[in-house]
């Protein structure tokens, strides 16, 4: 008989899966791969314009058009990754390096998933880059 916690280890190690198959699709600059992970409905903040968007059509085209401008060569690194299950809802979240020619930048993702059709789809996804101030400790206001 399968323990909840086995069931759980079992749907964090697929959504592992998922999200290496992603990353893949993400370099293989692979649009249909890459929003087959996601479900129709989804939630998406992103780093590139609009800052959200609704439906899995409207994203796809977002990332046609952020594989369409890049000029030279692209490198994805996911760091940090780490993913909880419990029942139907799980989530990730990682620090990623993205390079795209000679720019580089660091970009935080947090995704939600759902249980949809016995396999995991993205429901929701929030990615930014962190915002540089200067928040010196010993400035005064």
Known sequence: MEKPNDRAQDDVARIHELIEAWRQAV????????????????????????????GIEHYRENWRRWFDSMKGPLA?????VEVAASG???YAHSVNRVAVGEQEDIVRATVCFRKIDGDWRVVHEHASVPLMMDMDPDEKS
């Open 27 to 54: 370099l293989a600059k692979d649009v249909d791969a890459l929003v087959s992970h996601y479900a129709a409905d989804v939630i998406v903040f992103d780093v590139v314009p609009p800052a959200s968007m609704k």
């Open 76 to 80: 994805f690194e996911m760091r940090e």
């Open 88 to 90: 139907d809802l799980a």
